[in-house]
C-alpha cells in the first residue's frame, strides 16, 4: 500500500532528557504546542491524547514503544477533523540522539494512505511547533504564536 510520508530534523542545544521531558510533560507542552497538553500514563499500550485548554480532544492514540529519553512511537489519530479522522490512524516516532552540546530530534508521521490529509496538515505544523520547541529549550522563550490555540472546530 501506498503511503504519505513527513520527516523533520532539528538540532537543539540542550540534553536529551530535557527535551524529551519538553515532548512528554503537559506543563512544557503547553508552552510551545497551541497551548495543549498530551495525556497518556506513558508506558507501551496507554492511551495516548493532546487535548485544547478546554478539554476538547484534537489527536487521540495509544503508546506503541517508550524508551525515555532515545525514543516514542505513538498511533495518532485527528480527533478535529472529520475527514482527517475517517483516514485512520497514523504512526509518528520521536528518535533522540545525543551529538556532543545539542541533541538531534527527527520526527517521522507516516500515514497508510496515499495523499493523506493528514499527513499534509502535520507537514504544515511540525515546523512551526518544532521551531517554537528549539526556541524554548534554547532561549526559554517558545514563538508567541505557539503559546495558545487557534480557534479550532469539532
Keep these: 500500500m501506498a503511503e504519505s510520508q513527513f520527516v523533520y530534523v532539528t538540532y537543539i542545544r540542550t540534553t536529551p532528557e530535557k527535551l524529551w521531558q519538553a515532548l512528554t510533560e503537559p506543563e512544557f507542552t503547553r508552552k ?3 497551548g495543549t497538553t498530551q495525556e497518556s500514563e506513558w508506558t507501551p499500550g496507554s492511551i495516548w491524547c493532546i487535548k485544547f485548554s478546554d478539554g476538547s480532544m484534537a489527536d487521540s492514540g495509544e503508546i506503541l514503544e517508550f524508551d525515555p ?8 489519530r485527528n480527533e478535529m477533523f472529520p475527514e482527517m479522522t475517517a483516514e485512520g ?7 533522540l540522539e545525543q551529538k556532543e552540546e545539542i541533541v538531534k530530534l527527527t520526527v517521522t508521521h507516516v500515514m497508510e ?6 499527513i499534509q496538515a502535520v507537514s504544515n505544523g511540525w ?10 529549550l534554547e532561549t526559554g522563550e517558545s514563538i508567541v504564536m505557539t503559546r ?3 480557534k479550532h472546530s469539532n
Design 89 to 95: 490512524y497514523s504512526r509518528m516516532t520521536y528518535i
Design 69 to 76: 529519553p532515545k525514543k516514542l512511537v505513538l498511533k495518532w
Design 148 to 150: 495558545t490555540s487557534p
Design 127 to 136: 515546523p512551526i511547533i518544532l521551531s517554537s520547541l528549539k526556541s524554548m
Design 113 to 118: 494512505k496515499s495523499e493523506s490529509k493528514f
Design 32 to 34: 510551545f504546542w497551541m
